[in-house]
């Protein structure tokens, strides 16, 4: 049986392209691209789907593997779902950055581990945020959501269509103002108990001068800091499922698609 090279070279180019934009998803989602996971589990799951995605994908004619036109065709795909997964990115940081401001103001931050998804130093408390987050995200089948939000891009975003709208990289850009917002939204609790904490210390100050305050005010605002942390964290997955769905509506609102 003979098979023509152009053919071969059109399955090759069908195969790589939704390749490449699943690619860039596992490259920037929650989990999947930490340091942790092994390069060949995440190219052998990202083949897996492609080869799923492959029949559903409109075919785009290409002539010459490596050529210059392919080349863009490529990095297209890739900023593409990369895009798509760091939504998810800013999901996560929205409680990395909460358990740091958190931290910072119970004095908990000298406890500093690495992250093994940034390869970075951060403090214990936002380390415990980012295993919490990680764990629902999970939980809430918020992988199966990505997937299947990069599946949905394919219709939205057909592969050759061109580069995307340069509003919808303004759209992700305005986004990020959520992941503060939240950010503050978590840790107003604790930080207006560790206030009232403080306020308190001021008072003893000025009643009995000969207390020193520097000495005992630090340890019992470490111990206030975590007791207060326990009692906010009932908080945490109605933030956490507030965050995912403004998440998932952006996303939507970019693929033009229902949630």
Not at 180 to 200: H, K
Not at 223 to 246: A, C, P, S, V
Request: glycine share 6%; hydrophobic share 60%; aromatic share 12%.
């Amino acid at each position: 049986m003979h098979i023509a090279g152009d053919v071969i070279i059109q399955y090759l180019a069908d195969l790589l392209l939704p390749f490449m934009r699943i690619s860039g998803l596992f490259a920037a989602m929650v989990g999947l691209s930490a340091k942790t996971i092994p390069a060949p589990v995440k190219a052998f799951l990202t083949l897996f789907l492609s080869l799923l995605i492959m029949p559903m994908v409109k075919p785009v004619p290409v002539d010459e593997l490596l050529s210059v036109a392919t080349f863009v065709l490529v990095i297209q795909q890739l900023i593409i779902g990369v895009a798509i997964g760091f939504i998810s990115m800013m999901v996560l940081n929205t409680f990395v950055l909460s358990g740091q401001i958190v931290a910072m103001q119970t004095g908990l931050g000298f406890a500093s581990i690495v992250d093994p998804v940034n390869g970075i130093n951060v403090p214990a408390v936002g380390q415990f945020y980012l295993i919490l987050a990680t764990l629902i995200f999970w939980a809430l089948d918020g992988h199966l959501a990505m997937i299947r939000m990069i599946v949905l891009s394919f219709d939205a975003f057909p592969v050759g269509a061109g580069w995307w709208d340069p509003e919808n990289y303004k759209k992700i850009a305005h986004w990020g103002s959520w992941m503060f917002i939240g950010a503050v939204t978590l840790s107003l609790a604790p930080i207006v108990s560790l206030l009232i904490v403080n306020l308190a210390f001021g008072v003893m100050t000025k009643a009995a001068p000969q207390l020193n305050v520097f000495t005992i005010g630090f340890s019992i605002a470490q111990i206030m800091g975590l007791i207060i942390i326990w009692i906010t964290l009932d908080n945490f997955t109605f933030h956490f499922e507030q965050q995912w769905q403004r998440a998932q509506q952006l996303m939507c609102d970019l693929l033009m698609v229902c949630s």
